[in-house]
């Protein structure tokens, strides 16, 4: 979602705020701007669009400071334009935000009552007058926002300037992530540890509801109801603060290719390849009646081959839902179940709702995620982290196999515990996981036959995935990620409901993507696969070599590795991601930054 930096600093902070915003454009954006303060005055500059063209407004009307703070947003209230644009400024006060004020409209009705003038359709403009206005009513810039934060409802992360306070940054948080970065005479706020990366690795966590008064040479930090709080102070590695696509044309293509590492490091931690055995887990999946799956988009899918494997390897009943849905329905819920929240950043609103939710009601709670020091992380009973590193492409790929990694590694642990795999199994299903790496490596070697057939799925309007068992979802995963980057039109279906509807669809401008695994449904795919060819539908069935061929003219072979049926979502999810990509490519789209997407979704 929206990016946040701040920097209280010793020299020119507009050229740092500036490569900061560029490091944090994964998180989707449709217009960026910075503040800082210039011989005691608070100047701004904004645009809409990409940082490329704040960089021209600067380039026009340079801006100078060493206190600053910026924002790259992604629009929730009003339309992106360079007035909505942060930071916003009333009076005294100017500042950024990520988040929804969800009462915005009443302390709008309230302050505009008050003879205040508002100039942009935003809710967080609200916050800029609200906080203007305690100020004005003679409290201190401390006293001021803490009464600020106590009007306001929703979630946000909030990043202060205030005019004639030269050496302050006031943040604070509740319900989305924010940073403080400890450095030698600086200090850094940030929306996340990617944000701060490139001045320090010293990182502060703000915790849920807290507030933080930040100077050049340190950090008061205070809790949601006013009192100090001393946050620890952690080292995070290299890795979250130098991200760079090295020789790889996007991000999201390097990614695909750091999968056979992204997939081997997160096995590492569920697995013991010396053994040959799954770790025991902090979970007793012995006396679990049930998991209950709680994730968004592409989790949501890895959530389903989840389903697959705890069903049909450890006999564990299982359900996956959206967590948007969950949070509404009153779900009905036995004490026996334990809620796994999945998400790559551990950000996730609804998500992390549903968790804490879950929570409340009692219930062992666990965080399938790739942010460790994330809210998911530190709300959850038990973390159970993936290993993909930071992952910039908005469109998810080696975040999605390593929550699938670690999902198949613990249906297998879970597996043992309930008696349900023996030694000999156990040391079957472990050496089939240790082996998806290099299954991996090898599908990426298909990249050539991936993009011919991108060349002319780009030329289509509408196209079909299809696959039974766990590939149901992983076609679901392919559709969504076509739509994503290429903004094709595209379905999921599992293979055998394609007679009961979905088949009307088919005719000669409709692409058929099969995904066909040489496992137990492989002939029954196969035969669905013959239907869409008698009808005239242009069939690409990826499916191994040793594979035998479905006879009927317009099926296209393409050829995948030989793998155990366990580990196919984990090597079919790279022709699936190739062929998104490739056909974006091919299209001429912003790959690494779709229209409209975001990549930590951290509102509803």
């Known amino acids: 979602m929206c990016g946040i930096i701040g920097i209280t600093g010793a020299g020119a902070v507009v050229p740092r705020l500036i490569d900061s915003l560029k490091r944090l454009e994964y998180r989707g954006y449709d217009s960026a701007g910075i503040a800082a303060v210039v011989d005691g005055r608070i100047e701004r500059r904004r645009a809409k669009g990409k940082i490329r063209e704040l960089e021209a407004v600067l380039a026009a009307e340079p801006l100078s400071g060493t206190i600053g703070i910026g924002h790259t947003r992604w629009a929730t209230h009003g339309a992106p334009t360079t007035a909505n644009a942060h930071p916003h400024k009333a009076g005294r006060v100017c500042l950024v935000h990520n988040g929804i004020i969800e009462n915005f409209a009443e302390l709008k009705a309230e302050l505009e009552a008050e003879g205040r003038v508002f100039e942009s359709q935003t809710d967080t403009e609200v916050v800029a007058h609200l906080l203007d206005h305690k100020l004005a009513a003679g409290l201190t810039p401390l006293d001021a926002f803490k009464a600020t934060l106590d009007r306001l409802t929703g979630a946000y992360a909030l990043a202060v300037l205030i005019e004639g306070e030269d050496d302050l940054i006031l943040g604070a948080r509740r319900g989305s992530p924010l940073v403080v970065g400890w450095g030698e005479g600086e200090m850094y706020l940030g929306s996340d540890a990617l944000a701060v990366g490139p001045f320090t690795q010293k990182i502060s966590y703000l915790e849920e509801g807290d507030y933080v008064a930040m100077t050049r040479s340190g950090a008061r930090m205070f809790d949601a109801s006013g009192h100090p709080a001393d946050r620890p102070v952690v080292q995070v590695s290299a890795s979250s603060a130098m991200v760079e696509k090295g020789a790889y044309r996007h991000f999201m293509e390097k990614e695909v290719h750091e999968q056979p590492d992204s997939v081997q ?153 309930r008696g349900k795999i023996d030694a000999t199994r156990e040391a079957e299903l472990v050496k089939a996981l240790f082996e998806a790496p290099r299954l991996i490596a090898e599908a990426l070697q298909m990249d050539g036959q991936i993009r011919a057939i991108a060349h002319d799925l780009a030329k289509a309007t509408d196209v079909l995935f299809l696959g039974r068992g766990a590939m149901f979802p992983l076609a679901m995963e392919g559709a969504l990620k076509l739509k994503e980057i290429s903004y094709i039109h595209a379905e999921g279906y599992a293979a055998g409901e394609l007679k009961h509807g979905p088949i009307a669809l088919v005719d000669e401008k409709t692409p058929i993507i099969a995904l066909a695994p040489l ?86």
């Not at 849905?325 to 998500?351: C, H, I, K, M, N």
């Not at 696969?529 to 099926?555: D, K």
């Not at 196919?568 to 991601?577: G, H, I, N």
């Open 519 to 604: 496992d137990e449904v492989y002939e029954k795919t196969a035969s669905n696969l013959q239907e869409v060819a008698a009808r005239g539908g242009p069939v690409v069935m990826i499916a191994p070599a040793s594979a035998p061929a479905p006879h009927g003219a317009g099926i296209r072979r393409v050829d995948a590795p030989d793998c155990h049926p366990l580990i196919a979502p984990l090597v079919y999810a790279v022709p699936v991601q190739l062929l998104a990509y490739y056909t974006a490519v091919q299209k001429g789209t912003d790959v690494d930054q779709p229209r409209n997407l975001a990549k930590s979704v951290t509102v509803e």
């Open 265 to 417: 490091h997160t096995l590492s931690e569920y697995l013991d390849l010396v053994t040959g055995a799954a770790k025991p887990q902090s979970v007793d999946f012995a006396a679990v009646d049930r998991i209950q799956i709680i994730a968004c988009g592409t989790a949501f899918y890895a959530g389903q081959i989840g389903k697959y494997a705890f069903e049909k390897y450890a006999g564990l009943p299982c359900d996956v839902e959206i967590a948007s849905e969950f949070r509404y329905r009153s779900p009905a819920l036995t004490p026996g179940t334990v809620a796994v929240a999945v998400s790559q950043s551990g950000e996730t609103a609804d998500t992390l709702a549903s968790l804490t939710w879950c929570k409340a009601q009692g219930l062992k709670t666990a965080a399938v995620v790739n942010v460790h020091t994330s809210s998911m992380a530190r709300e959850a009973d038990v973390l159970w982290p993936t290993h993909a590193g930071p992952e910039i492409g908005v469109a998810s790929t080696k975040a999605f196999t390593a929550q699938v990694s670690a999902l198949l590694a613990l249906a297998v642990a879970a597996g043992v515990a």
